[in-house]
């Protein structure tokens, strides 16, 4: 079992992520804001991190280039999950660090895929 962190400032898109991730087998934290993620990232040194770019305080994209400067946090898996989805958004993610991008509204299926992908073990 793995510990997934959901970052995302709507509660309803945080607690669908989580039941998601939950029915996967993982654990789940979450975070509403950038700041709050970084400092739980740091913490709980998740094996991934599913996270929303348009956010108070710190945005997801500043979270990716904090998440990969950080030694601790540097390996970390972040999938961006967003309602930007052109294809520039994807590369400035992908240049930000992120793994992978989904974009909102996502499905429970794409969560699972993204998580087999990323975890080993991966989704149930």
Not at 15 to 20: E, R, S, V, Y
Not at 53 to 73: E, I, W
Not at 115 to 121: A, T
């Amino acid at each position: 079992m793995a510990t997934i962190l959901v970052v995302d400032d709507a509660q309803t898109d945080r607690q669908l992520m989580g039941k998601i991730v939950a029915a996967c087998g993982h654990k789940v934290e979450y975070a509403f804001d950038g700041e709050e993620a970084l400092t739980k990232a740091k913490g709980l040194s998740p094996a991934m991190v599913l996270l929303d770019v348009v956010m108070p305080k710190l945005d997801g994209f500043g979270v990716c280039r904090r998440l990969r400067k950080d030694p601790a946090t540097a390996t970390i898996k972040i999938v961006l999950v967003t309602s930007k989805g052109s294809d520039s958004d994807r590369f400035w993610g992908r240049q930000q660090g992120a793994d992978d991008h989904l974009v909102k509204p996502f499905t429970p299926e794409q969560i699972r895929q993204v998580i087999g992908r990323m975890i080993p073990g991966g989704a149930k």
